[in-house]
Nanobody
Framework: VQLQASGGGLVQAGGSLRLSCTARGLNFNLATMDWYRQTPGKERELVATITPDGTTTYVDSTKGRFIISRDNRRRLVYLQMNSLRPEDAGVYFC?????????WGEGTQVTVSS
């Protein structure tokens, strides 16, 4: 299983970014996909989850601002991040649990300037 995230960058507070993660080596249609983020000195935090049927969940701090979605045909999961805040900055990772194992993509850096 391989995951590859992209789309990070530098944005001003209040701006938007869309992260993408492509997944290979699994039946993507059956996979629950997660986005995590990590900031210095903190544990990696689950930001959003999308199940195979499209059910989504979010950490409270991102509700109403972030949208996770998926394109099963293209094997992609997205994280649309709006109204970004400095505290949203960090390295964002996509992750999948498949056949009992966790797989992580390389992170993509999100920097939010105030």
């Amino acid at each position: 299983v391989q995951l590859q995230a992209s789309g990070g960058g530098l944005v001003q507070a209040g701006g938007s970014l869309r992260l993408s993660c492509t997944a290979r080596g699994l039946n993507f249609n059956l996979a629950t996909m997660d986005w995590y983020r990590q900031t210095p000195g903190k544990e990696r935090e689950l930001v959003a989850t999308i199940t195979p049927d499209g059910t989504t969940t979010y950490v409270d701090s991102t509700k109403g601002r972030f949208i996770i979605s998926r394109d099963n045909r293209r094997r992609l999961v997205y994280l649309q991040m709006n109204s970004l805040r400095p505290e949203d900055a960090g390295v964002y990772f996509c992750k999948v649990k498949w056949r009992g194992l966790d797989y992580w993509g390389e992170g993509t850096q999100v920097t939010v300037s105030s």
